[in-house]
């Protein structure tokens, strides 16, 4: 499901579509394993790498139980970081104390549930929802997931089949959540990224167009008309005017 990289010494870049990312000495990430991301070392660095395929237990709940029913909406990101707390490090460190024990598969099983379990005692729940977000499934928090994987799916058959629903029912479970329709909440999310685009400086509607799919200006206009009550040209004019 996702690998997390602990950076003890050093410092990384970590490319991938949607941007870099640098991370230094005592931070970790979080990486989906179903993407692929470039690192690179930018010195002599010392990093860990935890594969994890199964969802990680802690005794009868599991780190995304019954608490992430409440956690708030947790910004998208497509890598999540955290500060390397000093008891995680200490942990890391004593997993290489015995070289015996180095294949032990129970050995590196208790690790990770005693890892998982200083984690929930060390993070808060938003904390934990963000650094986490590519592990979360939509039994666990519906509005999570839809708002950490709606970018990567082409529309709203595709994010039905990530959320391993049928389409009639990932559309009842998104009104009941969302009270809205889910192409109408999309076209939405999309409408506010070109908004804050041009709100950051971005003035090229070609490049707009390009970012995020649209063939014919007329189209892209049209949908600026619909979901941000102006056309590109008269968004980007308001902008230069502030």
Known sequence: MVRILFVRTGTLLVSQ????????????????????????????SEVIILSLEPRAE???????????AGYPDVPTDAVPTLALHPAVERLLSDMFDF?????????HRLKVSELFMLFRVLHTPSELAYFFQRMIQPQDNFRAFVCNNYERAQ??????SLAGMS????????????????????????????YADIRDG??????????YKFRHYTQFSRFCKNYLQATPAQLIAEMKRR
């Open 167 to 194: 389409l009639s029912v990932f559309k009842r479970r998104f009104a009941e959540h969302f009270n809205d329709s889910v192409y109408h909440w999309m076209m939405r999310q999309k409408a506010l990224k070109i």
């Open 155 to 160: 529309g709203v058959t595709d994010l039905a």
């Open 58 to 68: 802690i005794c009868e709940p599991d780190i995304f139980g019954l608490q992430v």
């Open 17 to 44: 579509p949607q941007g870099t990312k640098f991370f230094t000495s005592k931070q970790c990430a979080c990486l989906a394993r179903s993407e692929e991301y470039v690192v690179t070392a930018h010195e002599q």
């Open 202 to 211: 971005e003035d090229s509607t070609k490049a707009l167009m390009e970012k």
């Open 99 to 107: 070289p015996a024990l180095a294949q032990c598969e129970r050995f």
